[in-house]
């Protein structure tokens, strides 16, 4: 038991140094990281305790291991966050009206930075998702473009953490987005409005019009509640 615990401290010593490190600004990004060997002296632990944590640090994408080359700092988390979002709302069994709930605040936020900071490159992207959008296609074609346009339209925001958690529920986003776009589209005249909300935010984008587009966004947001009400209707009554 007490050799347990000095490993459990070894281990948080050894991750608190990389984290003061990195924090102070000592270690940057796409900087090489000193040898195993040489950490382990400094700290004065086992090279075994500094291997553990860096590799800890390699599954969350902080660290990338280039043999023959070395370690060197890096910034791709996406990939780790995402799978423990996934996990954390399956073990709180996160519903569909939370998801809901996340995205709407993340994608009104976006909305107002993008009519401020958008490029034209940008815009012209939404432009043609929203042009292959109008074409007769299946159902999943539709969400994935669905899909394609939010993505884009966050991008647009220029906020690097907005962009950021935004990845990290995308996974769900995009099963959220796909059945619920499924069922809307089983109505001609909701289908229709959905459409004609996604003409209406791009427009309001290209006049950088805010207050136009936050109308346009509840017009979006309202018709897919209508869908997320029914959805958790349903799962309730099943329970």
Known sequence: ????????KTYQYVFDYFSDQILSGRLKLNDKIPPEREIAENLGVSRNSVREVMHML???GLIECLQGSGNYVRCHPQEYMMRSVHMVTSLLKIDYTEIFHIRCG???TALKLATKVAGEEELEKLHQIL???DQPMSVKESAKLDVAFHE???AASHNRMLILYTS??????DQFIH???????MDKRRAELLRRSHWEIYEALVERDYAKG???MEKHFQIVEEQVIKIENKIEESI
């Open 1 to 8: 038991m007490e050799a347990a615990k000095l490993n459990q």
């Open 58 to 60: 390699e599954i969350t």
């Open 106 to 108: 993340y994608e009104y």
């Open 131 to 133: 042009i292959q959008m």
């Open 152 to 154: 884009v339209l966050t």
């Open 168 to 173: 990290m529920i995308s996974d769900l986003s």
């Open 179 to 185: 059945n619920l776009r499924s069922r809307i589209l």
């Open 214 to 216: 936050r109308i346009a």
